[in-house]
């Protein structure tokens, strides 16, 4: 057990609606980042949030968003849904000490 | 912009053998960590060891090793005496040495362990 935490574990929604992904980092640990894990791109980066602000953006779509709130755990939205969306979607976790800690994922399946 | 490369897409073991996984990078970096990550059908991502660029000793966890090679930009994992349940999804990753920085992700080697 990583000590982070994400809900829900597995979402299936139709294409065109808006799904929120939750994460919560280990005790401590200010900087949160979101993976997403899909079977043509890989793992793929796709933003950064450090004590509540934004640090680095990766490959993330205008219809993504993210945001890190004052007790540190961190939402992605998903919004406008295309089956291409379809992927596993990892949050980690950090203080610093240059070591991600992985949460298990939330599986996205979009029909 | 950092890549990394595996060149292997799947392996397949006997139990009890050796293996070697291979993978390759490209950085204009001087300081950067290499790691390896596990992921088993669970989905979980679980890290199996870790290298630090500036250290000439190759990291070692238990039956696990690495070959780091720094001119050659290549970082190999060794797996001895390979078990069941190291068959998995094998990812080499890259990070620059900055507090707080992506990991840059390989495609990925499925490694199967045979009985």
């Known amino acids: 057990d990583s000590g982070v935490t994400q809900t829900p574990k597995h979402l299936i929604t139709a294409t065109g609606q808006r799904v929120t992904l939750r994460c919560s980092p280990r005790?401590?640990?200010?900087?949160v980042y979101w993976y997403q894990q899909s079977l043509d791109q890989g793992l793929q980066f796709l933003i950064q949030?450090?004590?509540?602000?934004?640090?680095a953006k990766g490959n993330i779509l205008e219809r993504f968003s993210a945001q890190q709130f004052p007790d540190l755990h961190s939402e992605l939205n998903l919004s406008s849904l295309e089956l291409g969306d379809s992927a596993l979607y990892f949050c980690?976790?950090?203080?610093?000490?240059?070591?991600?800690?992985f949460g298990p994922g939330t599986r996205l399946t979009v029909l | 912009a950092q890549t990394v490369t595996q060149s292997q897409p799947e392996m397949s073991v006997q139990e009890a053998e050796t293996v070697t996984l291979s993978c390759t990078y490209d950085?204009?970096?001087?300081?950067?960590?290499l790691f390896w990550y596990k992921q088993p059908p669970s989905r979980q991502m679980i890290l199996v060891i870790r290298q630090e660029a500036y250290k000439q000793q190759n990291a070692t966890e238990n039956r696990f090793s690495v070959n780091f090679q720094k001119a050659a930009k290549s970082f190999s994992l060794k797996i001895s005496d390979s078990q069941l349940g190291d068959t998995a999804m094998y990812f080499c990753?890259?990070?620059?040495?900055?507090?707080?920085?992506?990991?840059?992700f390989g495609k990925g080697t499925r490694l199967h362990i045979l009985p």
């Open positions: 949030y450090y004590n509540g602000e934004e640090r």
């Open positions: 005790s401590g640990d200010l900087s």
């Open positions: 990753a890259f990070m620059k040495h900055a507090s707080d920085d992506k990991i840059i």
């Open positions: 950085t204009s970096e001087n300081n950067y960590y």
């Open positions: 980690a976790s950090s203080v610093g000490e240059n070591e991600q800690f």
